[in-house]
């Protein structure tokens, strides 16, 4: 079971954490993915972490403003979002898999790869 929380308003430039509490899945050879999804558009791959070495991807979109991290004694994935701007508005899904790589976690950025969704959380940055 994967459930994000910290989701909200705000306006650019400014910043939010997510957090995806992962539950009843194994730590190790495991890939956790943060995607978003804009009105009217597809689901997209914005950063990846494997456990439990802790490798982390993210796109060319985001890196430099999101960074993602693991708190293995919580089993939660963090997802910092500093700089936002309005094209991060967006419902954002937590995701895992298995992964016997960390270089699978990394160019295994296809939705369909993922086998367990959270539920979601609303981001919106607007001035």
């Not at 995806?20 to 956790?32: A, T």
């Not at 979002?81 to 270089?103: H, I």
């Not at 990394?106 to 001035?127: C, D, E, I, L, P």
């Amino acid at each position: 079971q994967l459930v994000e929380s910290g989701g909200g308003s705000v306006q650019p430039g400014g910043s939010l954490r997510l957090a995806c509490e992962v539950s009843g899945f194994p730590i190790d050879r495991s890939c956790v993915g943060w995607f978003r999804q804009a009105a009217g558009k597809e689901r997209e791959w914005i950063a990846s972490i494997y456990r439990p070495g802790g490798n982390t991807f993210a796109a060319d979109s985001v890196k430099g403003r999101f960074t993602i991290s693991q708190d293995n004694a919580k089993n939660v994935m963090s997802l910092e979002m500093n700089d936002l701007k309005a094209e991060d508005t967006g419902m954002y899904y937590c995701a895992a898999k298995r992964s016997q790589t960390s270089l699978y976690c990394n160019t295994g950025r296809m939705v369909g790869s993922y086998a367990y969704w959270g539920q979601g959380t609303q981001v919106t940055v607007s001035s």
